[in-house]
């Protein structure tokens, strides 16, 4: 009927449970890498169970939260219209500027020339107004969680699909896809080939949770430095510290680039899937990469999934801990 309103996909809050199997302590770091578990989920509190951290935001309860259907286009707000086809022109004012999208049919928003930071993408999602935020730490955990309990695997390209991540790159465009191919899928999880035959995935109802374009993730505070400690938070995003309301982890990110072989493990964050250890391959235990820079002299962010040309380093787990907040590329 016209009216402008976003497609998203409700996820009720959960409980869960992770016990560890085989831990072993890091050396000349924190945490411990874990190299078997069992992962728990149930729609009811039970004993020993505690509610997903998805559904807590600045310490009170959610019994929803709404996830993104599509990748993010943007709203122009001064012409009334979505930017379908990527126009760099986004106006990243906040409050004022332009809004942040889940819509079929568009062309997700890139940094090909345009200020699409990590802190561009937090202003005009929030511009959408109060609830609204990009995905962050604890939003992404539980979908990756949900998908781990229901496949029995990590491993998100075998289980689903490859995704569009399989492009040779023409140096110089936004070489995604446009959003909505998986539309006929519903919240159902599978993949689809589009009509210029390209894979395009959804994990119940999130399409391209991997590939196509690398998404931010907010909440998450890498400080390099030979360290790689990692800080979150669930509230008051803000790039390059460690201070309240970020919290440390308590894990040490592993130091080289890899498959992932084991996830750093803290009781109190169990929930997180970071790399600790990778010497693994690209179908086994989990079959992402994880990519990091902890020798750079200050303070990092992240993106998720990988994007037209990551091929089997992509998945739902794989990670890219190698940006600064204040970078945006295409």
């Known amino acids: 009927i016209g009216e402008k309103v976003q497609v998203m996909v409700e996820q009720p809050k959960f409980y869960y449970k992770v016990i560890p199997l085989k831990l072993e302590k890091v050396q000349d770091g924190k945490g411990f890498h874990m190299r078997k578990a069992r992962y728990y989920v149930s729609d009811t509190k039970k004993a020993g169970f505690k509610l997903h951290p ?8 959610k019994n929803f939260i709404y996830l993104s259907a ?4 943007v709203f122009d707000k001064s012409a009334g219209a979505y930017l379908l086809a990527d126009e760099q022109i986004t106006d990243f ?5 332009d809004i942040l999208s889940s819509i079929a049919y568009a062309k997700p928003a890139s940094g090909l020339a345009q200020g699409l930071t990590r802190n561009g993408s937090r202003i005009i999602a929030q511009n959408r107004g109060k609830g609204w935020f990009q995905s962050y730490a604890a939003t992404v955990a539980a979908s990756q969680l949900l998908f781990l309990i229901e ?3 990590f491993n998100t390209q075998t289980a689903i699909g490859m995704g569009n991540v399989s492009k040779t790159d023409d140096g110089s465009t936004s070489m995604t896809e446009i959003t909505g191919a998986t539309t006929n899928l519903g919240n159902k999880s599978g993949s689809v080939t589009n009509v210029n035959g390209i ?17 931010w993730v907010d909440g998450l505070n890498i400080e ?3 360290l790689h400690n990692l800080y979150v938070a669930d509230h ?3 790039d390059d510290i460690g201070s309240d309301p970020y919290k440390d982890a308590g894990i040490t990110l592993a130091k080289a680039n890899g498959y992932i072989s084991a996830f750093a493990y803290n009781e109190e964050f169990d929930w997180l899937f970071f790399a600790s250890e990778t010497v693994g391959n690209s179908s086994l235990p989990v079959g992402d990469y994880f990519y990091q820079n902890n020798t750079y002299n200050g303070w990092l962010a992240t993106f998720l999934g990988g994007s037209w040309g990551s091929g089997s380093n992509a998945g739902g787990f794989y990670w890219y801990v190698s940006v600064a907040s204040s970078d945006r590329n295409r």
């Open 224 to 226: 390099a430095k030979g």
């Open 199 to 215: 894979n395009i995935v959804s994990y119940r109802g999130e399409e391209n949770f991997w590939g196509n374009l690398w998404k």
């Open 236 to 238: 008051g995003f803000a």
């Open 93 to 97: 004012t906040a409050s004022t500027g």
């Open 54 to 61: 998805a559904f807590i935001h600045d310490g009170k309860e």
């Open 151 to 153: 496949y029995a695997s």
């Open 70 to 73: 599509f990748e993010g286009s």
